[in-house]
């Protein structure tokens, strides 16, 4: 047996080494980093400290849904929320913008009305006397006639709920009315000025929690008007164009934001083909909004990546793959879209939550430097994963692999931007004495592995850069 002290500096030797591989840890620090490193690390071993001694207390471990106003209260979350972070890569554009938003203000609007289709309540815009004929009741008439109308409405486009244990008792459940959400909203949202109103409202939801640029999965919506107008396919990435341009004019040091086309996992092949078709065309008009291609819905559910195989090969030059691959708890079924992702050279995974029990997969995911794109929250909410702590990509984290934390869906559970995630994942995904480093990492990976190109990306990174140089300086004031 050794002597004690060579005994504890074996022990230091191999700590300090696994230290050595956590995501952030090469990073150096300057002086006036290092100092802000020491401040959050003493406010999280505080807030760490506390509940150790009970887990109930622990704020990631609760339900999103029970634990936000904690999270909002949380030191730590507010320095998150001032933090510069860099770029939101996966997010869905239709989840995207607070329910509290659109009920305030778009719901508001004259001319939306409300009927329940499919069990679903949808709202339209419609002329009084067309929505009349269809059976559609204005939302001024509901308001005046329902007591907490509103608290009503946020149930319905959203999957808040008091409960969420007995009322999502399964995934099958959860994502039912999760798909429900998106059609209660999707056709309020085609109607133009609303969709206009809504895109610059999400692109403000990022720009205020210090966010520069957004990646969105989404598909063209067919936009209307009142006056009878359906507008085409290019209308649409117009105005997002549009909006966009108007957003960086008022905000600036806002870089922008592009599309990534989203095709639903249960789509026929012959329909594949004929979007695809058009997304190459659109993409030729929109080279720059448009940058690749993915595919979406309850993965359990869907077709495998494998069944495209022939259509994807086709498009694999001209768009580049990002695709949701391994949002499952399942082994040896589902999570094999995780080989076609990496083979098919998906330039990052979304979630990525089985690939930790694939070593040969994850060697693959590092050679080729894939990142994952970790969402905590939505993986929590959508039941795939009840504590944080154990979630599987702390593996992924302990050794350095390239994660992103992302939002997904935040708008569905009551979050937005991206700081509630950037919360859970540094609290219970990362060790107790890990501080600065790892959130500089988050950000820095962000604008790597966006899809901007190498001029967006060195602009990206100099404004990221100053940025976080007055963060840093700002905060060293307050200290
Ligand atoms: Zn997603």
């Not at 079924?333 to 979630?351: C, E, F, P, Q, Y």
Request: net charge negative; aromatic share 12%; with cysteine.
């Amino acid at each position: 047996m050794l002597k004690l002290e060579d005994y504890i500096s074996e022990r230091n030797r191999i700590l300090k080494k696994e230290q050595n591989l956590f995501l952030g840890s090469t990073l150096e620090l300057n002086e006036k980093e290092s100092k802000l490193d020491s401040h959050i690390i003493q406010l999280k071993c505080d807030e760490l400290d506390v509940s150790y001694q009970n887990s109930e207390d622990f704020i990631p471990r609760r339900h999103f849904f029970k634990c936000k106003n904690e999270i909002e209260n949380s030191k730590i979350f507010k320095i998150l929320r001032d933090l510069p972070k860099g770029n939101s890569l996966h997010t869905h554009l239709l989840a995207s913008v607070s329910i509290d938003f659109i009920i305030k203000n778009i719901t508001y609007r004259d001319n939306a009305y409300g009927k329940v289709i499919n069990s679903v309540f949808k709202i339209k815009f419609l002329k009084r006397e067309d929505a009349e004929k269809d059976g559609w009741v204005s939302l001024k008439e509901m308001r005046s006639k329902q007591l907490n109308f509103d608290d009503w409405l946020e149930k319905q486009l959203s999957l808040i709920v008091d409960c969420p244990q007995d009322s999502y008792p399964s995934l099958e459940s959860v994502w039912k009315k999760f798909k429900g959400t998106f059609s209660a909203v999707y056709d309020m949202l085609c109607y133009k000025p609303a969709f206009e109103e809504y895109y610059y409202q999400s692109l403000k939801e990022l720009f205020e929690d210090n966010i520069m640029y957004g990646e969105f999965r989404a598909t063209p919506m067919p936009l209307y008007d009142l006056e009878g107008t359906h507008y085409k396919t290019e209308d649409f990435f117009e105005s997002m164009l549009k909006v966009e341009k108007k957003f960086k004019k008022d905000h600036k040091d806002f870089i922008g934001a592009r599309y990534i086309h989203s095709v639903y996992r249960r789509i026929s092949s012959d329909d594949l083909k004929k979007d695809l078709e058009e997304i190459i065309l659109m993409k030729a008009k929109f080279p720059k909004l448009i940058v690749g291609l993915d595919f979406v819905g309850f993965e359990d559910e869907g077709y495998s990546l494998l069944n495209f195989y022939n259509d994807l090969v086709s498009v694999r030059e001209k768009l580049d793959f990002f695709f949701h691959a391994g949002e499952t708890n399942w082994f040896g079924h589902t999570d094999s879209n995780l080989v076609d992702a990496i083979l098919m050279k998906s330039r990052r995974i979304g979630h990525g939550f089985a690939l930790s029990r694939h070593p040969q997969l994850m060697s693959l995911v590092r050679e080729q430097n894939i990142a994952i794109e970790v969402c905590p929250i939505s993986n929590q909410v959508l039941l795939l994963n009840e504590d944080p702590r154990n979630h599987p990509a702390v593996p992924l984290l302990s050794q350095g692999f390239p994660v992103v934390i992302c939002s997904d869906d935040p708008a569905t559970w009551g979050a937005s931007g991206l700081s509630y995630d950037w919360y859970v994942a540094f609290m219970a995904m990362t060790p107790k004495d890990c501080g600065l480093k790892v959130l500089k990492q988050f950000a820095l990976n962000s604008i790597q592995f966006s899809a901007l190109d190498d001029v967006d990306k060195k602009e990206a990174m100099d404004v990221w850069t100053k940025r976080w140089d007055d963060f840093i300086s700002k905060m060293l004031i307050n200290l």
